[in-house]
């Protein structure tokens, strides 16, 4: 199986190349080689290629950033989904799209939000994270969309320069007082646990249509934090604060745990978070 992979150095993208199983030939795209906002470059590109399936891990993802450049955000992550998708078509191959929480408005809270749940977004970042969904869903017949949450991993995310385990990591370190939002709960989830995840997904060729994937049950990112400085041994003072006194340029949904009804599932998110910290030691 021939596999382009677009945002090869991004934070999931590192993650998928570490864990390529055998006999995949992989082609790693960085925006270098493959800015998905021009279309004519995308055609090109994954026409040449031939690929029997197209993975797509580029993003805008700077979620404050977006309300202000909500033109710059929508070309990356709404366009350039169209613009592959579309190539894709052309060429018959299959397309897998990552998508995230935040095409949900955080009102359910009873239950987290499973495949069937409709989406609401309250922000920049994910109305224009939903238009590309949309686009995917409609633009090309072969495609999996991935909706996956507050993603960490060794290598950083290339959109924001690191992640909420190396800010946190960092600050602790510079014995920084920690406060940290309480009251707003998520599904953090292991990069390499969703890279695994997605190479088993796709091996049988068979899945389509849209899959939630993280790491199983749910946490505030003040319990997250607990977690981060438990498994790493750093002592830090940290206060829970409402996300009321944590003011952010864009809003956030307060509750976007996710859950799959379609039988996928990751471990939990404290093993996980367990092995990723172990890996961070080391180094």
């Not at 190349?17 to 004519?40: F, Y």
């Not at 960490?152 to 992640?163: D, L, T």
Request: with cysteine; proline share 4%.
């Amino acid at each position: 199986m021939k596999v382009a992979l677009v945002g090869a150095d991004g934070q999931l993208g590192t993650d998928i190349i570490w864990t390529k199983p055998e006999g995949v030939e992989l082609i790693p795209l960085t925006i270098n080689e493959l800015d998905i906002k021009d279309r004519d470059k995308t055609w090109s590109v994954i026409g040449e290629i031939e690929p029997d399936l197209v993975i797509n891990t580029a993003a805008y993802v700077r979620v404050d950033d977006a309300e202000d450049n909500a033109e710059e955000a929508f070309k990356v992550n709404a366009i350039g989904a169209k613009n592959l998708a579309e190539a894709c078509r052309e060429i018959e191959s299959i397309m897998l799209h990552i998508s995230t929480d935040y095409v949900f408005d955080g009102k359910k809270v009873s239950e987290p939000y499973s495949e069937v749940d409709v989406p609401n977004p309250i922000n920049v970042y994910g109305l224009s994270k939903y238009a590309g969904d949309l686009f995917v869903q409609n633009y090309t017949e072969q495609h999996c969309i991935l909706r996956t949450a507050s993603l960490y991993g060794k290598a950083g995310a290339y959109g924001k320069g690191g992640n909420f385990v190396y800010t946190i990591l960092d600050k602790a370190k510079r014995g920084e007082t920690l406060r940290v939002v309480d009251d707003i709960q998520m599904s953090p989830t292991y990069a390499l646990d969703l890279a695994k995840e997605i190479w088993s997904l796709t091996s049988s060729r068979n899945a389509s249509g849209i899959y939630h994937i993280t790491n199983s049950g749910f946490c505030s990112w003040y319990e997250f934090t607990k977690k981060i400085l438990e498994f790493s041994k750093i002592e830090a003072e940290i206060i829970p604060v409402s996300h009321r006194e944590y003011k952010t340029k864009a809003r956030r949904p307060q509750w976007t745990p996710l859950m799959s009804v379609k039988g996928l599932k990751l471990r939990n998110w404290e093993s996980a978070l367990e092995d990723f910290m172990e890996e961070v030691v080391k180094e």
